[in-house]
């Protein structure tokens, strides 16, 4: 990476790259999951990361899904639509060394009605304020991309509670400054 390409960074909380700082694309709009609630989210992942297979959506600064390799997923797919992050994620990727990362650049709503397969944990954390959040959690219920047990990070604004399906339970909700973040379970 060249220096001064990217200014914004973000640090591995825990795992194999613990403490470790990455850059992320300088694109406006683009808000890495705070290293607190990082760390909270993967305490109440921590007996389902090992060897699990992530869906990051809206991956951004890659923070989750980089998170959820550093601690043993066996399988990350990453999809956002703005080429400069998945150029950027693509480099972090090869710079850590980990295989098992998929990059998809695409608009997140288009790719879910795609060839599903279920993952074990799903990270959904949409730019705020543009209401995306109901279109994807309709998706993934629909077209097969969850199983029994799969976990469901949303993270939005501090105010938006989700509207979640019957066949998921909310099981732990908490907010810091503005954002909200749940996890959810699939029944």
């Keep these: 990476m060249k220096p001064n390409q990217h200014v914004n960074q973000l640090r591995i909380i825990a795992g194999r790259w613990r403490g470790r700082k990455l850059s992320f694309a ?23 990361v090992q060897g699990a297979r992530c869906l990051d959506l809206f991956a951004g600064s890659g923070a989750l899904g980089i998170e959820a390799a550093s601690r043993g997923a066996a399988e990350v797919v990453m999809v956002d639509y703005d080429a400069v992050v998945v150029a950027t994620l693509r480099e972090q990727l090869q710079e850590l060394g980990f295989s098992g990362a998929q990059l998809v650049q695409q608009d997140v709503n288009s790719w879910l009605t795609g060839k599903a397969a279920p993952f074990d944990i799903v990270f959904l954390d949409p730019p705020f304020r543009e209401n995306r959040l109901p279109a994807c959690i309709e998706r993934l219920e629909d077209n097969g991309w969850l199983a029994a047990g799969t976990r469901v990070y949303i993270e939005a604004e501090k105010t938006y509670i989700p509207d979640l399906p019957d066949s998921w339970e909310l099981y732990r909700s908490k907010h810091t400054g503005q954002v909200g973040y749940h996890l959810a379970k699939c029944v």
């Design 26 to 48: 300088p694109v406006p709009g683009l808000r890495p999951t705070p290293d607190r609630v990082r760390e909270t989210l993967f305490n109440w992942l921590d007996p389902f």
